[in-house]
């Protein structure tokens, strides 16, 4: 029986409380030998006659770890007796740093404790919660190489440090009030708030109907009560965008409706923003005039301290930057950007080293991929070279495939912003850094004119990797699975292969090669991104006609502004063409009155969802049109049946609203499925894979999964990313790694 040997450990093993967890084994098996941080992996020197307990327990690891390896090599020299933990030393980026978490049930209790020395502090954190990704600024994962380094341990805290009984044993982020990060409380012109407790003060002048930023893990949040939310929707001019709400976890099922699968994540270590329907659709009306309301419960030492002062068991909190824009993580930034918005800053002085945003799912499906989820490491064989996938235009991130794994960002945003734009540089360096990466290709969206294009080109010039073009959909789908499958793919825009705007889309075939065999029907968008912003221009293009004219008519259109409509159409000036998914639903949401101006992303086609869900669904005529071998849904057909019935409808019947646009969503699934059912039946497909941010729609979503079941085909869908464009620098890695390999 072997008695001594040198443990490798690989996989997330830094900043996972790995050192003392192996030390407190060997302590407990009778162990003599060292441990350290290698680079991003553990080296573990071993002896004694229960080695073989110590190995087996030591490949569990501690909670946090993921464990991908764990080598054993003869040990030839025997250590004397003890067990020591060693300075880090550098050595090979294999691993990854894991997402910040939530402060643990055992921290809340430490900031509760009356006459203990956590009492009240803020930043209380131990081995097993707290901030990772947001500190950490290279590898090995020790203090000095981390935004804590700015503050010495007192001697207690040292003691705990250096105590093996201690959960904090070994603790990077350990700190108190004698010598942790301090926290204040500053009015808009950067003067300090006298008052011996800023967190309580804080707590007051929101349940006072003031609003305030403060600073968190990855960056800084507008926080106010529910009764001041109109005013903060008023100074930031989002009258119509809801916000996400932090609430007491008493509160929670009183107003809304848990999934059992959101729960799971709201009560675990992740905490993000989970959106669920109201319990009262009408209700809460301020903070979201949808029928979902997102919201997540208090994550850190800071947001308990919050709730236990506060008498109002709702804030509102969403993220105190444009959306697109990347996280405010600076104060002087926060300021100059803020002052007229909010009334105080609480803010505290640790560096956020890596902005953070909150993660967002629904019904267990992600949203958005970011704290607590994301750096997101994934296990999935590509081959031996490095790629590097920069990700799409909106609602983006980046990618790095290493050695057996891919690592995803947390989100980026809107790379059209110069300063998101910097963002994902910045990202896509951090990333690169911490994992030691040399890139053998970058991959990129199909479209030329895409900055993230521009910059894998600029990339791939300077360091002599291969470019590799992905379209955008095919993406969407080789992120979802890597099996032969039928993929459908429902989003908003992506540049197609034949040059006009794709995004409601069915592929045959595996990664990367899949052959469009379905899609919507091709329309015409007036004006482009007008279009966008209007939908009723959409609804114009999709099915113009006196009809449609004599509708806008009504609503304010004056006569010049529909004639020129017309001409644009007519003369066919600035008119692209698509397929989108998300387009069509836009243009619905126009035609029921629902939304007629975009002022947030998504907007439209939520709120027909929102009313769709007070409405019954019935079967249309579906019509289809061969082109080519390439089947195609009928979109005006929809529209010419859904026009057909408001027509007939009196004008106060809301009733009748919330049933065309129930069966709109309804029969739009079941025409796409029904393409993707037929294509999959004359291959000899089983799987059906589905991806895009229309996917996120519960309504369709479900639709479309039933009738793949019913149909008697395997239902694929990726939980482990998003649903949306947060998908698609992984799938890109896939993509390119698959093609080089054919």
């Keep these: 029986m072997q008695a001594a040997g040198i443990i490798i450990v690989r996989g997330i093993v830094q900043g996972v409380g790995f050192r003392p967890f192996v030390f407190g084994k060997a302590i407990e098996f009778g162990i003599s030998g060292t441990v350290t941080n290698f680079g991003s992996e553990v080296l573990i020197i071993a002896s004694g006659a229960r080695f073989s307990e110590f190995l087996r327990e030591v490949s569990r690891g501690p909670p946090m770890s993921r464990i991908d390896t764990v080598e054993v090599r003869p040990l030839t020299q025997i250590p004397p007796a003890g067990f020591f933990i060693e300075p880090s030393r550098q050595g090979s980026l294999s691993g990854m740093i894991p997402p910040d978490i939530a402060t643990c049930e055992e921290c809340i209790h430490d900031i509760d404790q009356n006459g203990g020395r956590y009492e009240g502090y803020w930043a209380t954190s131990c081995v097993n919660c707290g901030p990772r990704y947001s500190i950490i600024r290279s590898l090995p994962y020790d203090r000095e190489r981390t935004s804590m380094a700015a503050f010495p341990m007192c001697p207690a805290c040292e003691k705990e440090y250096a105590d093996p009984g201690s959960r904090r044993h070994h603790a990077q982020t350990i700190a108190s009030k004698e010598c942790g990060p301090g926290i204040r409380l500053l009015d808009p012109a950067g003067n300090e708030v006298a008052s011996s407790d800023p967190v309580r003060e804080s707590a007051s002048l929101l349940d006072h109907g003031h609003i305030l930023a403060i600073r968190g893990i990855g960056g800084f949040h507008l926080v106010c009560i529910e009764r001041s939310s109109g005013e903060l929707k008023r100074r930031l001019g989002r009258t119509e965008q809801p916000f996400a709400i932090m609430v007491r976890p008493d509160m929670l099922d009183q107003i809304v409706r848990v999934t059992p699968e959101d729960r799971v ?36 030492g800071l947001h308990h301290l919050l709730f236990h002062y506060l008498e109002n068991p709702i804030l509102i909190m969403t993220s105190a930057n444009m959306p697109g824009y990347p996280m405010v993580t600076d104060l002087d930034q926060a300021m100059a950007k803020m002052n007229r918005d909010v009334d105080y800053f609480l803010t505290h002085d640790r560096v956020i080293v890596n902005r953070c945003d909150d993660s967002v799912v629904r019904d267990g499906h992600i949203i958005r991929l970011s704290r607590g989820i994301a750096p997101k490491r994934t296990k999935i064989d ?69 900055l993230s294009t521009r910059y894998a080109q600029h990339l791939a010039k300077e360091s002599g990797a291969e470019l590799v073009a992905v379209q955008h959909h095919r993406a969407h789908i080789a992120a979802a699975t890597t099996r032969p499958c039928i993929g459908i793919a429902i989003d908003g825009v992506g540049y197609g292969d034949d040059g006009t705007i794709w995004g409601g889309e069915v592929f045959a075939g595996q990664a990367p090669d899949y052959q469009r065999v379905g899609h919507l029907e091709v ?14 221009r959409m609804l114009y293009g999709i099915l113009p006609g006196n009809g449609v004219l004599d509708l806008l008519a009504t609503r304010g259109w004056t006569d010049i502004e529909l004639g020129v409509l017309t001409k644009q159409l007519g003369r066919k000036v600035n008119i692209p063409y698509t397929s989108s998914t998300g387009r069509v639903l836009d243009a619905a949401s126009a035609l029921l009155g629902l939304c007629r101006e975009r002022t947030y992303d998504g907007e439209p086609a939520m709120k027909l969802e929102s009313a769709a869900c007070l409405g019954n669904a019935t079967p249309w005529d579906l019509e289809f049109i061969t082109t080519g071998g390439t089947e195609v849904l009928s979109t005006r057909a929809l529209y010419r049946e859904a026009f057909s019935r408001l027509s007939r409808l009196s004008r106060d019947d809301r009733r009748g609203i919330f049933d065309i646009a129930a069966s709109f969503q309804y029969n739009l699934a079941r025409g796409i499925v029904t393409i993707a059912i037929n294509a999959a039946g004359e291959r000899g497909l089983d799987d059906i894979a589905i991806s895009g941010g229309v996917a996120i729609n519960s309504a369709i979503r479900y639709t479309i999964r039933d009738e793949i079941v019913r149909s008697g085909f395997n239902y694929i869908v990726n939980r482990e990313y998003p649903l949306g464009d947060g998908c698609i620098s992984f799938g890109q890695c896939i993509c390119a790694a698959l093609g080089k390999k054919r």
Excluded: W
């Design 382 to 450: 590509l081959g031996d070279q490095t790629i590097l996938g920069v990700g799409p235009e909106l609602n983006s991130n980046a990618t790095v495939y290493k050695d057996g794994f891919t690592v995803t960002s947390p989100h980026v945003g809107n790379v059209r912003n110069p300063q998101t734009f910097s963002y994902l540089q910045e990202t896509i360096e951090n990333l690169g850094r911490l994992l030691g990466a040399e890139y053998d290709l970058i991959a990129h969206d199909a479209h030329p004119q895409f």
């Design 265 to 300: 994540m709201l009560n675990g270590p992740e905490r993000p923003i989970a959106v669920m329907a109201k319990r009262d659709p009408t209700s809460h009306h301020g903070i979201s005039n949808l029928h979902t309301l997102g919201c997540m419960l208090p994550y850190t």
């Design 523 to 536: 329309v015409p968008m007036p004006g482009g991104d007008l279009a966008t912003r209007f939908p009723e």
